[in-house]
């Protein structure tokens, strides 16, 4: 079982479509971030948030776009995606950001992304 | 920038078998943690590795980081049907704000 929820667990979408997708986390962590990863490859870092402010961007393209409404939700909005974006989104927590990279990172069990 | 390297890439082991994968980054490092992912799941935390040379046993799990804090080494004793997944190492440079993890080393177990 994990701590970070991500919903939905598998999405579908076409190019035009707009869709949301979203992590939740209780555990008080003030860092949080999306990582994609392909099949058979490691999570890629796409963003960061420390205390509900982004700050780092992976030089990620502007279909994505991230959100940060409170300490314990993290959204990930998407928009005119292409095929090559396919593939399983990972939203992780951890303690806060300034000691961020010296703390375990909780990852939810991830959406699963096919663009049609 | 910053690059971190897995050997080897797959590994297969009869049951009962030990196991090591390697990690090594182009850069100083100022820590490193080791993720377990199984097929089809999420990133698992293992544990952090911060001093040099510094070793950590976690049961059948052995990590040991250099001296110069530019590699580690991931060993399990006695392998077993557990074990299967694919092990990440992953860290930060000294030099900037990359965290990257490592293309990781896949292991199968054969019972």
């Known amino acids: 079982d994990t701590e970070v929820t991500q919903t939905p667990k598998h999405l579908v979408m076409g190019m035009t479509n707009k869709k949301s997708l979203k992590c939740e986390q209780h555990?008080?962590?003030?860092?949080m971030y999306w990582y994609k990863q392909k099949a058979k490859k490691p999570p890629e870092l796409m963003f960061v948030?420390?205390?509900?402010?982004?700050?780092i961007n992976e030089s990620v393209p502007s279909r994505f776009s991230p959100e940060c409404p409170n300490s314990s939700l993290l959204n990930l909005h998407l928009h005119a995606l292409q095929p090559e974006d396919s593939a399983l989104y990972l939203c992780?927590?951890?303690?806060?950001?300034?000691?961020?990279?010296?703390?375990?990172?909780?990852f939810g069990d991830g959406t699963r992304l096919s663009i049609l | 920038g910053q690059q971190v390297m897995q050997i080897p890439q797959y590994q297969h082991v009869q049951e009962g078998e030990d196991f090591t994968t390697y990690c090594n980054s182009s850069?100083?490092?100022?820590?490193i943690q080791w993720y377990k992912q199984r097929p089809g799941g999420h990133p698992v935390f293992l544990i952090q590795?911060?001093?040099?040379?510094e070793v950590k046993k976690q049961k059948r799990l052995t990590f040991q980081f250099g001296e110069a804090k530019k590699n580690s080494s991931l060993h399990i004793t006695a392998t077993q049907t557990t074990d299967v997944g694919t092990y990440f190492c992953?860290?930060?440079?000294?030099?900037?704000?990359?965290?990257?993890f490592g293309p990781g080393t896949r292991l199968s177990v054969l019972p």
């Open positions: 948030y420390s205390y509900e402010k982004l700050s």
């Open positions: 850069t100083t490092l100022s820590n």
């Open positions: 992780a927590s951890s303690q806060d950001q300034q000691g961020a990279w010296n703390q375990p990172q909780h």
């Open positions: 992953a860290g930060r440079d000294n030099y900037g704000q990359n965290f990257v």
């Open positions: 555990m008080g962590h003030r860092a």
């Open positions: 590795l911060v001093k040099s040379g």
